[in-house]
């Protein structure tokens, strides 16, 4: 028999994140004493756990490990597992944890400390955000190395030519260049998406939401101030546009020289729009700010 250290390089040697079941979990990651420490991700990857979170995460966490695995710096002080919730549902109430996916680090001497579990709402689930938090509780450097995606370079190619093929059919006329409106229409959609957190997205990499595994509620939006959903992006780009839209409804029934009934439409939209979906942004703003104390028309 191996001894346990031998044991998790021979499992490490055939696949990058070590699966485990609760009693692999309590000799080889719980029982002292270890000379090693390990990095489990405890995750619910059924289908019918119907966890989209868990499978994004599982990606980013197979990139971390295998980036381990196969790297130079390779040793036996650190290895990468996962727990199923499926296959050890014990360990999960033996730890008190009633979500997944959580990524926790077991240190070699004593027990683990709050530290040593990842903060996931805030930091995101990307491999290098995770591979900084092994960092700091390890030491240990993880070089991130990602499998090459050529999907960006592809359509920044596609998109180089449909504006190329545009701007040389359209070579003896090319007064289009210079409307205003479409310009504007431009900035005001990079305004909005830079606005509503998507860079932050890119970033970080949060989960797209978040559901409880025992109600089975997801959450669209962040309970915290310090970190956002990818569909709260969305949901704020939606009401800010929403609320845009309607100001330039506005100025639009101010300016224009259309008849007084379709302005008044416009006037009476305009104002609607606005009114609603800012008092929609004021209450996400409050539920993420608490103790906020100002909101319209909803709490």
Known sequence: ??????????????????????????????????????????????????????????????ILANSW????????????????????????HMLNMNSAPTFMHFPSKGKPKRAD??????????????????ADRTDINVRVIRPPNYAGPLMLGFLLAVVGSLVYLRRNNLEFLYNKNA???????????????????HIRGPPYAHKNPNTGQVSYIHGSSQAQFVAETHIVLLFNSAVTFGMVLLHEAATSDMDIGKRKIMCIAGIGLVVLFFSWLLSIFRAKYHGYPYSFLMN
């Open 1 to 62: 028999m191996l001894l346990p250290l031998g044991q998790m390089m021979d499992w490490a040697s055939k696949r990058s994140v070590i699966r485990m079941n609760g009693e692999k979990f309590r000799r080889f990651v719980k029982a002292p004493p270890r000379n090693y420490s390990v990095v489990v991700m405890f995750t619910a990857l059924q289908p019918q756990r119907q966890c989209g979170v868990c499978k994004q995460a599982d990606e980013e966490y197979q």
């Open 183 to 201: 310009w504007a229409f431009a900035a005001l959609c990079f305004v909005l998406i830079m606005t509503s957190g998507q860079m932050w997205n």
């Open 117 to 134: 579990t990842y903060e996931l709402q805030v930091r995101g689930f990307a491999a290098e955000q995770i591979s900084r938090w092994i």
């Open 69 to 92: 695995r196969y790297s130079s710096a390779f040793t036996n002080k650190i290895f990468f597992a996962s727990v199923d919730f499926d296959e050890g549902s014990d360990i999960f």
